[in-house]
Protein backbone atom coordinates (compact mmCIF):
# COMPACT_ATOMS: atom_id res chain seq x y z
CA UNK A 1 0.00 0.00 0.00
CA UNK A 2 1.51 3.61 -1.00
CA UNK A 3 1.09 6.01 1.54
CA UNK A 4 -1.70 7.87 -0.49
CA UNK A 5 -3.81 4.97 -0.13
CA UNK A 6 -6.13 4.37 1.76
CA UNK A 7 -6.88 1.17 3.45
CA UNK A 8 -10.42 -0.04 2.83
CA UNK A 9 -12.56 -1.24 5.97
CA UNK A 10 -12.18 -5.36 6.85
CA UNK A 11 -13.72 -7.32 9.66
CA UNK A 12 -15.14 -5.13 12.66
CA UNK A 13 -12.39 -5.90 15.50
CA UNK A 14 -14.20 -5.90 18.91
CA UNK A 15 -12.58 -2.71 20.95
CA UNK A 16 -12.63 -2.53 24.45
CA UNK A 17 -11.61 0.95 26.02
CA UNK A 18 -9.94 1.59 30.19
CA UNK A 19 -10.28 5.13 30.85
CA UNK A 20 -7.99 6.79 33.18
CA UNK A 21 -9.30 9.54 34.66
CA UNK A 22 -6.20 10.82 36.35
CA UNK A 23 -4.59 11.41 32.50
CA UNK A 24 -7.89 11.80 30.65
CA UNK A 25 -6.33 8.52 28.55
CA UNK A 26 -8.24 5.78 27.00
CA UNK A 27 -6.23 2.73 27.00
CA UNK A 28 -7.94 0.29 24.06
CA UNK A 29 -7.90 -3.99 23.45
CA UNK A 30 -8.14 -4.62 20.45
CA UNK A 31 -9.49 -8.16 20.08
CA UNK A 32 -9.41 -10.31 16.32
CA UNK A 33 -13.62 -11.37 16.44
CA UNK A 34 -12.74 -14.77 15.02
CA UNK A 35 -9.20 -15.53 17.31
CA UNK A 36 -8.12 -15.10 20.45
CA UNK A 37 -5.59 -12.50 19.37
CA UNK A 38 -5.82 -8.65 20.82
CA UNK A 39 -3.30 -6.01 20.37
CA UNK A 40 -3.47 -3.23 23.11
CA UNK A 41 -3.08 0.37 22.11
CA UNK A 42 -1.66 3.69 24.03
CA UNK A 43 -1.28 1.24 27.26
CA UNK A 44 -1.21 3.75 31.06
CA UNK A 45 1.49 3.52 33.97
CA UNK A 46 0.05 5.43 37.05
CA UNK A 47 2.99 8.10 38.32
CA UNK A 48 2.35 10.34 41.61
CA UNK A 49 4.54 13.32 40.55
CA UNK A 50 4.60 14.78 43.91
CA UNK A 51 5.97 11.14 45.12
CA UNK A 52 8.21 10.10 42.39
CA UNK A 53 6.22 6.55 42.71
CA UNK A 54 4.62 4.61 39.92
CA UNK A 55 1.73 2.51 40.22
CA UNK A 56 0.36 -0.49 38.20
CA UNK A 57 -3.83 -0.38 39.13
CA UNK A 58 -4.27 0.71 35.52
CA UNK A 59 -2.41 -1.65 33.87
CA UNK A 60 -2.96 -4.03 35.39
CA UNK A 61 -6.94 -3.84 34.87
CA UNK A 62 -5.55 -3.94 31.42
CA UNK A 63 -3.85 -7.05 31.74
CA UNK A 64 -6.58 -8.76 34.13
CA UNK A 65 -9.15 -8.09 31.36
CA UNK A 66 -7.26 -10.18 28.77
CA UNK A 67 -6.28 -12.89 30.60
CA UNK A 68 -10.01 -13.34 32.31
CA UNK A 69 -11.12 -13.21 28.37
CA UNK A 70 -8.16 -16.16 27.86
CA UNK A 71 -6.89 -13.43 25.44
CA UNK A 72 -3.07 -13.33 23.85
CA UNK A 73 -1.39 -10.27 23.44
CA UNK A 74 0.08 -9.83 19.62
CA UNK A 75 0.91 -6.26 20.12
CA UNK A 76 1.42 -3.70 22.51
CA UNK A 77 1.19 -0.12 20.14
CA UNK A 78 2.20 3.54 21.02
CA UNK A 79 0.62 5.94 18.26
CA UNK A 80 3.16 8.29 19.86
CA UNK A 81 5.58 9.77 22.73
CA UNK A 82 3.05 10.79 24.90
CA UNK A 83 3.81 13.64 26.67
CA UNK A 84 0.69 13.19 29.22
CA UNK A 85 1.07 9.43 30.49
CA UNK A 86 4.19 7.12 31.06
CA UNK A 87 3.67 3.96 29.14
CA UNK A 88 3.19 0.78 30.98
CA UNK A 89 4.32 -0.95 27.83
CA UNK A 90 7.09 -3.04 29.06
CA UNK A 91 5.46 -4.05 32.64
CA UNK A 92 2.44 -5.42 30.46
CA UNK A 93 4.91 -7.17 27.88
CA UNK A 94 6.60 -8.93 30.81
CA UNK A 95 3.33 -10.32 31.94
CA UNK A 96 1.34 -10.93 28.79
CA UNK A 97 3.36 -10.52 25.74
CA UNK A 98 3.49 -9.09 22.82
CA UNK A 99 5.22 -6.94 20.75
CA UNK A 100 6.13 -3.25 21.28
CA UNK A 101 5.27 -0.90 18.21
CA UNK A 102 5.71 2.54 17.54
CA UNK A 103 6.53 4.65 14.43
CA UNK A 104 9.98 4.98 12.97
CA UNK A 105 10.23 8.56 13.22
CA UNK A 106 10.50 7.96 16.82
CA UNK A 107 14.16 8.52 16.04
CA UNK A 108 13.48 12.54 15.44
CA UNK A 109 12.05 12.70 18.93
CA UNK A 110 15.00 10.34 20.56
CA UNK A 111 17.28 13.21 19.26
CA UNK A 112 15.51 16.26 20.40
CA UNK A 113 14.59 14.90 23.87
CA UNK A 114 17.72 12.99 23.95
CA UNK A 115 18.95 16.87 24.09
CA UNK A 116 16.58 18.64 25.98
CA UNK A 117 17.47 15.93 28.94
CA UNK A 118 21.20 15.89 28.48
CA UNK A 119 21.00 11.66 27.80
CA UNK A 120 24.33 11.80 26.43
CA UNK A 121 26.19 9.07 24.09
CA UNK A 122 24.64 6.07 26.41
CA UNK A 123 21.05 6.20 25.35
CA UNK A 124 20.41 5.49 21.98
CA UNK A 125 18.34 7.07 19.28
CA UNK A 126 17.78 4.43 17.26
CA UNK A 127 14.41 3.08 18.22
CA UNK A 128 16.17 -0.31 19.24
CA UNK A 129 14.48 -0.10 22.78
CA UNK A 130 11.07 -1.13 20.29
CA UNK A 131 10.54 -4.44 18.65
CA UNK A 132 8.65 -2.65 15.78
CA UNK A 133 9.68 0.94 13.82
CA UNK A 134 6.00 1.07 11.53
CA UNK A 135 6.63 3.24 8.40
CA UNK A 136 3.71 4.35 6.64
CA UNK A 137 1.77 2.10 4.65
CA UNK A 138 3.40 -0.84 7.02
CA UNK A 139 0.83 -3.40 7.48
CA UNK A 140 0.74 -6.06 10.48
CA UNK A 141 -1.81 -8.27 11.83
CA UNK A 142 -3.86 -8.95 14.84
CA UNK A 143 -4.92 -12.79 14.28
CA UNK A 144 -6.47 -12.62 10.76
CA UNK A 145 -7.14 -8.86 11.20
CA UNK A 146 -5.27 -6.67 8.95
CA UNK A 147 -3.67 -3.47 10.03
CA UNK A 148 -2.27 -0.55 8.47
CA UNK A 149 -0.06 2.34 9.24
CA UNK A 150 -0.62 5.98 8.67
CA UNK A 151 1.89 8.37 9.50
CA UNK A 152 -0.04 11.60 10.82
CA UNK A 153 2.16 13.77 12.32
CA UNK A 154 1.55 17.47 13.54
CA UNK A 155 0.78 16.51 17.19
CA UNK A 156 4.24 15.20 17.09
CA UNK A 157 6.90 14.20 14.49
CA UNK A 158 6.21 10.52 15.43
CA UNK A 159 2.27 9.58 15.16
CA UNK A 160 0.68 6.97 13.58
CA UNK A 161 -2.89 6.07 13.10
CA UNK A 162 -3.32 2.50 13.65
CA UNK A 163 -5.95 1.40 11.60
CA UNK A 164 -7.27 -2.00 12.09
CA UNK A 165 -10.09 -3.58 10.46
CA UNK A 166 -13.35 -0.91 10.62
CA UNK A 167 -11.11 0.95 13.26
CA UNK A 168 -8.75 3.63 13.54
CA UNK A 169 -6.79 4.63 16.57
CA UNK A 170 -5.53 8.04 16.04
CA UNK A 171 -3.78 8.78 19.53
CA UNK A 172 -4.22 12.75 19.89
CA UNK A 173 -4.03 13.32 16.53
CA UNK A 174 -8.24 13.90 16.71
CA UNK A 175 -10.61 14.41 19.55
CA UNK A 176 -14.04 14.27 20.05
CA UNK A 177 -15.73 16.24 17.43
CA UNK A 178 -17.37 18.47 19.84
CA UNK A 179 -13.11 18.77 21.44
CA UNK A 180 -11.39 19.25 18.14
CA UNK A 181 -7.58 18.78 17.79
CA UNK A 182 -4.51 18.04 18.93
CA UNK A 183 -1.83 20.93 19.95
CA UNK A 184 0.95 21.58 17.77
CA UNK A 185 3.44 23.36 19.86
CA UNK A 186 5.87 20.29 21.59
CA UNK A 187 9.20 20.40 19.42
CA UNK A 188 8.54 18.96 16.02
CA UNK A 189 5.03 19.42 15.94
CA UNK A 190 3.47 21.77 13.06
CA UNK A 191 -0.12 22.83 12.37
CA UNK A 192 -0.20 22.13 8.88
CA UNK A 193 0.73 18.96 9.08
CA UNK A 194 -1.62 18.23 11.75
CA UNK A 195 -3.98 19.37 9.10
CA UNK A 196 -2.71 17.69 6.52
CA UNK A 197 -2.94 14.54 8.54
CA UNK A 198 -6.56 14.63 9.38
CA UNK A 199 -7.19 14.71 5.86
CA UNK A 200 -5.73 11.43 5.23
CA UNK A 201 -7.81 10.70 8.21
CA UNK A 202 -10.97 11.89 6.97
CA UNK A 203 -10.42 9.83 3.82
CA UNK A 204 -11.17 6.63 5.39
CA UNK A 205 -14.69 5.39 4.52
CA UNK A 206 -17.03 7.23 6.54
CA UNK A 207 -18.72 4.10 8.72
CA UNK A 208 -14.34 4.19 9.95
CA UNK A 209 -14.74 3.64 13.20
CA UNK A 210 -12.36 6.18 15.26
CA UNK A 211 -11.18 5.95 18.35
CA UNK A 212 -9.36 8.84 20.50
CA UNK A 213 -6.87 8.38 23.04
CA UNK A 214 -7.77 11.36 25.30
CA UNK A 215 -11.13 12.79 26.28
CA UNK A 216 -11.83 15.73 28.43
CA UNK A 217 -15.82 16.63 28.25
CA UNK A 218 -16.45 19.01 26.21
CA UNK A 219 -18.24 21.77 27.51
CA UNK A 220 -22.14 20.84 27.96
CA UNK A 221 -21.31 17.20 27.55
CA UNK A 222 -21.64 14.76 30.97
CA UNK A 223 -19.82 12.05 30.41
CA UNK A 224 -16.34 10.94 28.51
CA UNK A 225 -16.48 8.95 25.46
CA UNK A 226 -13.58 7.88 22.67
CA UNK A 227 -15.21 6.40 19.92
CA UNK A 228 -16.79 8.21 16.66
CA UNK A 229 -16.46 7.98 12.60
CA UNK A 230 -15.23 9.39 10.11
CA UNK A 231 -18.40 10.83 8.98
CA UNK A 232 -19.26 12.53 12.26
CA UNK A 233 -15.39 14.13 12.56
CA UNK A 234 -15.51 15.34 9.34
CA UNK A 235 -19.27 16.77 10.02
CA UNK A 236 -18.83 18.46 13.14
CA UNK A 237 -15.78 19.04 14.35
CA UNK A 238 -15.09 22.12 15.68
CA UNK A 239 -11.77 22.50 14.96
CA UNK A 240 -11.79 21.07 11.24
CA UNK A 241 -15.25 21.39 9.98
CA UNK A 242 -15.50 24.52 7.57
CA UNK A 243 -12.09 25.39 7.92
CA UNK A 244 -9.47 25.61 5.34
CA UNK A 245 -5.81 24.52 5.96
CA UNK A 246 -5.19 28.55 6.40
CA UNK A 247 -7.79 28.91 8.90
CA UNK A 248 -7.21 25.90 11.01
CA UNK A 249 -2.99 26.86 11.02
CA UNK A 250 -4.12 30.33 12.39
CA UNK A 251 -6.73 28.81 14.97
CA UNK A 252 -4.52 25.66 16.25
CA UNK A 253 -1.23 28.12 16.59
CA UNK A 254 -3.51 30.55 18.76
CA UNK A 255 -4.86 28.75 20.42
CA UNK A 256 -1.74 26.76 21.38
CA UNK A 257 -0.28 30.37 23.03
CA UNK A 258 -2.74 29.65 25.57
CA UNK A 259 -1.82 26.09 26.62
CA UNK A 260 -0.09 25.09 29.84
CA UNK A 261 2.43 22.45 29.55
CA UNK A 262 0.45 18.55 30.62
CA UNK A 263 1.60 17.81 34.17
CA UNK A 264 3.62 14.59 33.14
CA UNK A 265 5.73 16.00 30.46
CA UNK A 266 9.12 15.67 31.98
CA UNK A 267 8.86 12.35 33.03
CA UNK A 268 6.24 11.00 30.09
CA UNK A 269 9.34 12.22 27.82
CA UNK A 270 11.95 10.84 29.67
CA UNK A 271 10.40 7.49 30.03
CA UNK A 272 8.05 7.02 26.48
CA UNK A 273 11.28 7.52 24.76
CA UNK A 274 12.54 4.82 26.25
CA UNK A 275 9.75 2.19 25.07
CA UNK A 276 8.48 2.88 28.67
CA UNK A 277 11.59 2.27 30.26
CA UNK A 278 12.92 4.42 33.32
CA UNK A 279 16.63 5.79 32.85
CA UNK A 280 19.21 3.33 33.79
CA UNK A 281 19.99 3.33 37.26
CA UNK A 282 22.57 4.58 39.70
CA UNK A 283 25.80 2.21 40.83
CA UNK A 284 23.44 1.91 43.75
CA UNK A 285 20.56 1.11 42.02
CA UNK A 286 18.19 4.19 42.22
CA UNK A 287 16.53 5.86 39.60
CA UNK A 288 16.28 9.73 38.69
CA UNK A 289 14.40 11.43 36.09
CA UNK A 290 15.75 14.84 35.67
CA UNK A 291 14.02 18.05 34.98
CA UNK A 292 15.61 20.71 32.55
CA UNK A 293 15.49 24.15 34.33
CA UNK A 294 14.01 26.26 31.60
CA UNK A 295 13.92 23.43 28.91
CA UNK A 296 10.52 23.42 27.41
Known amino acids: MTPSQSPSPGPAPTVTGFFDEATNTVTFVVKDPASTACAIVDSVLDFDYSSGRTDTASAD ?7 DQGLSCDWILETHVHADHLSAAPYIQQRIGGKIGIGEHITTVQNTFGKVFNEGTEFQRDGSQFDRLF ?81 YKAPGRDTFA ?47 MRAGQMPPPDEDGRTFLKVPVNGL
Request: glycine share 8%; net charge negative.
Open 135 to 215: KDGDSFTVGGLKGHVLHTPGHTPACLTYVIGDAAFVGDTLFMPDYGTARCDFPGGSAKALYQSIERILALPDETRIFVCHD
Open 226 to 272: WETTVAEEKAANVHIAHRSEGEFVQMREARDKTLSMPKLIIPSLQVN
Open 61 to 67: RVIAYVR
